[in-house]
Nanobody
Framework: QVQLVESGGGLVQAGGSLRLSCAASGSIFSVDAMGWHRQAPGNQREFVAVITRSGSTHYADSVKGRFTVSGDNAKNTVYLQMNNLKSEDTAVYYC???????????????WGQGTQVTVSS
């Protein structure tokens, strides 16, 4: 069994910064990728950023140049550094991981509980 635990959400003024973290724990064999999605009220959940085990990263166009995703393979942890935050970034941010468990099956998707990020204008 695998769990993802997030932290770092909160309230920040426009132009400010926040750093989110998410640690995977449990019966983990390997982590293929970890990243972030977000969902604002009335909107669909959208992709934000992802980092693979090899270190390659991908970002949604809306956050390129402002957000940085990084990871610590030894800790099975992913981070999201959010700079120059805008009101449009207000959403619940969900951590996800593509993870192989020690049961030996193929990689499965796991989701965190979500953490609220609110940007005031």
């Amino acid at each position: 069994q695998v769990q993802l635990v997030e932290s770092g959400g909160g309230l920040v003024q426009a132009g400010g910064s926040l750093r989110l973290s998410c640690a995977a724990s449990g019966s983990i064999f390997s982590v293929d990728a970890m990243g972030w999605h977000r969902q604002a009220p009335g909107n669909q959940r959208e992709f934000v950023a992802v980092i693979t085990r090899s270190g390659s990263t991908h970002y949604a166009d809306s956050v390129k140049g402002r957000f940085t995703v990084s990871g610590d393979n030894a800790k099975n942890t992913v981070y999201l550094q959010m700079n120059n935050l805008k009101s449009e970034d207000t959403a619940v941010y969900y951590c996800y991981g593509q993870i192989k468990s020690k049961m030996g099956d193929q990689a499965s998707s796991y989701w965190g509980q979500g953490t609220q990020v609110t940007v005031s204008s």
